[in-house]
């Protein structure tokens, strides 16, 4: 995807609209704020930093890599990217102690946290704390960051907006099977059913 492609894309799918909060831990990645409505994140940063977290991602197997997410419309982004990955995934209500009791039925041994939503994720990062392992978060403008290890700044409300940080990561982070894998396929379909390799 060229550049004028990926602006236009930013722009429709919504990544870059942020909420109106003020956190001044995000303010960096503001590009502009409308005021009493929403802040325009820099789509260069963003770029810049769903580069940086497929560099991280790739330093760790696929198999250690634990995805985390509660946000039910973007379902399909996030089971094609764990699918397309090859990562582990929660998906749905996490249980707190998914990372720490071995009891569990669905335990699990991440050596790094990915996550959509700091605010609705929260469980899965104060495990991940316990345990000591980073936390790679899309991170709107009111998140808190807290415990957040690494942000990729974005519109993590919309799933569109969800889904095109994912399939840009992918990209980015794809080995040579998995990009064979991902050429197959069109962004719409990433988002909008389960796909089949």
């Not at 790739?58 to 996030?78: H, I, M, P, Q």
């Amino acid at each position: 995807m060229n550049k004028t492609d990926k602006l236009e894309a930013y722009k429709k799918y919504g990544v870059r609209i942020g909420t109106k909060g003020s956190n001044k831990a995000m303010e960096k990645f503001v590009f502009k704020r409308i005021p009493n409505k929403f802040v325009i994140f820099n789509v260069k940063l963003i770029d810049e930093r769903i580069k940086l977290a497929a560099k991280l991602l790739n330093n760790y197997k696929r198999k250690d890599v634990l995805f985390v997410s509660t946000f039910d419309e973007a379902y399909y982004a996030v089971y094609n990217f764990s699918k397309i990955m090859g990562v582990s995934v929660n998906f749905g209500r996490y249980l707190a102690g998914s990372l720490t009791n071995l009891s569990y039925k669905n335990f699990f041994e991440p050596k790094i946290l990915f996550i959509v939503d700091p605010v609705t994720d929260r469980r899965a990062i104060k495990d991940a704390k316990k345990i000591r392992i980073p936390v790679m978060a899309i991170c709107n403008n009111d998140s808190n960051l807290r415990f957040i290890d690494f942000v990729i700044p974005g519109n993590n409300k919309k799933a569109e907006s969800v889904g095109f940080i994912l399939y840009l990561l992918a990209n980015e982070a794809a080995s040579d099977k998995e990009k064979s894998a991902l050429s197959k396929i069109t962004f719409e379909d990433f988002i909008s059913k389960e796909i089949s390799l």
